[in-house]
Structure formats: structure tokens, C-alpha cells
């Protein structure tokens, strides 16, 4: 009996054929689909933006308005070393931050003190 079941299972396994290339090509597409469409609609926007970020932090001059990552609107009053500026956030406040907390650029401010 024991070897009737082991001859069965053998037959089973035997009468499977392997998968084709052409199966597998058709079983990849869908993740192959699916990653393109995170690829162009989530991967490549971020990387555009943080490019683009990064150009900002990169061109930061004397005189600049910006907004950190906290709120606060000021007017860049020196670059003090490569990760480092310091903001005049109101008359005679001065705050030292990171150039990376730096959100976004509102213009230049063309007057001088």
C-alpha cells in the first residue's frame, strides 16, 4: 500500500510540465508594470524636488528671504560655513540655523542696512 502512494505521488509530479519562458515574462509584467508607475509617479517627482531644493540651499546669498522648516520668515544676514546662516528673523533678532532647515526661498531683498 505504502508503495502504491509513493508511485501515485510520483505520477502527479512527473505529468506537471515546468514553466515556459513566455509564462514567466507574462507573470513578471504586472510588478514590472507597477514599478514604472510608482518610478514616474512617485520616485522621479521626489527626486526633481529635492534637486531643485538643494540648487536653493546651494545659491543662498546675503540678503535672501527665506522660510525654515519651522515657520519662520527671514532675511539671510550671513553664511557662516557651509551648514550653517544665520537669519535676521525681526530688528536687531538674529538666529543662527542649519542651511538644510531652510524650506523655501521667498525672494531677495535688495536693501541693505
Given amino acids: 500500500m505504502f508503495t502504491k502512494t509513493i508511485y501515485a505521488m510520483g505520477q502527479t509530479q512527473s505529468a506537471q510540465s515546468p514553466a515556459t519562458p513566455a509564462s514567466i515574462f507574462i507573470q513578471m509584467a504586472p510588478l514590472v508594470l507597477i514599478f514604472g508607475v510608482f518610478y514616474f509617479l512617485i520616485i522621479r517627482p521626489q527626486q526633481q524636488k529635492h534637486k531643485k531644493h538643494q540648487e536653493i540651499l546651494n545659491n543662498l546669498k546675503k540678503g535672501d528671504k527665506v522660510v525654515t522648516i519651522g515657520g519662520l520668515t527671514g532675511v539671510v544676514n550671513a553664511i ?27 525672494g531677495s531683498n535688495t536693501e541693505e542696512k
Avoid: F, P, Q, T
Fill in 80 to 106: 557662516k560655513d557651509d551648514n550653517l546662516i544665520s537669519i535676521e528673523i525681526s530688528s536687531g533678532v538674529k538666529v543662527d540655523i542649519l542651511k538644510s532647515a531652510v524650506s523655501s526661498l521667498l
